[in-house]
């Protein structure tokens, strides 16, 4: 009997300690939560996803369209949406998205985010173009001020965030609607976020994140090798080696929607001879940058947008044909010298090119140019600059040449960089390009609303581009980013825009 007594006990002590072991193992379970570290070059100052690209990057915030890894628009936070009339548009808003705080989006919460967009950004509120907002229960409606077929476009961009607005820290903690909310954060140092439960589309997959900033290429790459990061972006080519050895991490590098090329002023007399543009295109060996500058991340560029989009050019890559370029020189009346240094009417051909550290392989273009154009007897001096923007606006007199790095379709349509780059007005005509056949194919592509025939008016602008060799189209340079193997269901877009979702997961 007291042997049997000891053995119940002895047995009611197992079950309670196996209990306590399983309630403390389940607990511990629990506590352990899912995390995933970014870390970023560009430093952000701000979380107003109304200011900074960093909202819809770290999933705060989302807009009402998106851009897919076609680089195609679908629906995002309106599910559909219709032209009535050449200004006029209406959407409808994808029913049960709450924000953050837990409060519906619908219409009126939309239009009161564009209200504020419109009125903080001024350069959204030029590309926009937004006339009147009306809000209706689920449905919203933008009248422009003018006929402007690339509206749907620009609500792709970072900034057309839906946010909400009657809140004091929108550059601290932003509400949004997308799979992260903001915990804490800390300018141009890092974010600290969590899931948020009731996010639309599913609650995200890990449950915290943390978005830091670093400058410095190798300081990123030292951060991913180390563990201290489990993505981070645009990484030096030269840092890849031991990051492509190691068994725990591996590189992703895509086409980016960037390009990299040279701007010619055409205030300068000689720069407005074509054949002198086209001789010094002709210099470029866009295959030896892609592998001996670009250390084979990058793609040549036969135009100013990716080979991925309908609108993009049909042509081969130029090769390099000194000798056609010392040919084309001579038709355009140049001799050599003595010195060997071209000339014409006494003047020699000697050119000023303006490069910047900000994007490095871009020095190390002007360099293979100037070595390239001493060969055929053009001088080239390189004239290194801080601020390349305000240097070509502001001293128009002082380059001929720039190396330069714009994104040429950012949005997934053509006509923000036509109109910025070649209309004698664009933001980004600092060369002062004005070609008037160019000019008014742009002006029929800015009312065509036709998806077809707006992509053959943008495929007539980049033939005329390139017939006359407007700009210099390098390469297209890959977007560069070192991953950590716990990572799963991630990949990097050429977009940039879409980086910590509801999908990605970590083991």
Known sequence: MKKSYISYILLIFVMVFTSACSSSTSSQE???????????????????????????????????????????????????????????WKFHIREGVTFHDGSTLDAEAVKRSFERLIEVNEAMNTNLKIATITANGQDITFQTTEEYPAFLSELIHTNASVIKVDTDKISEKPIGTGPFQV?????????????????????AKVDEAKVTFNSDGNVRALALQSGEADIVYHLPPETLKPIEESKNLHVESIMSLRAHFLVYNS?????????????????????????????????????????????SSDTEVVKSNPLKAEELLKEAGYVKNASGTLEKNGKPLEISVATYQGRPELPLIAQYLQAEAANVGIKINIVT??????????????????????????????????NSAYVPDGSLNPGQINVPELTDTILQLNTTSNLEQRVDLEKEAVQLIQEHILHSFVVHPHIIVGVSNRVKNWAPGSEEYYILTNQLEVE
């Open 30 to 88: 629990s506590e352990k939560k899912k995390s995933v570290k970014l870390l970023f070059s560009f430093a952000s100052k701000t979380l107003d996803p109304h200011q900074d690209w960093m909202g819809v990057r770290a999933g705060i915030a989302e807009t009402l369209v998106k851009i897919d890894e076609n680089l195609e628009i679908q629906p995002w936070l309106a599910d559909s949406w219709e032209q009535l009339d050449s200004t006029t």
């Open 267 to 311: 205030t300068n007399p000689q720069l407005q001879e074509e054949n002198v543009r086209k001789a010094l295109d002709l210099l470029l060996d866009r295959t030896t940058i892609v592998n001996e500058i670009m250390n084979g991340h990058a793609t040549e560029a036969t135009g100013p947008f990716n080979p991925m989009f309908a609108f």
């Open 183 to 203: 915990q804490s954060f800390t300018p141009e140092s890092e974010i600290n976020l969590v899931s948020y439960e009731q996010y639309w589309d599913g609650k």
């Open 385 to 418: 600059v801080e601020n390349i923007d305000t240097f070509l606006w502001e001293k128009q007199e002082d380059w001929d040449i720039a190396t330069y790095s714009n994104l040429t379709a950012p949005r997934g349509d053509g006509g923000f960089f036509l």
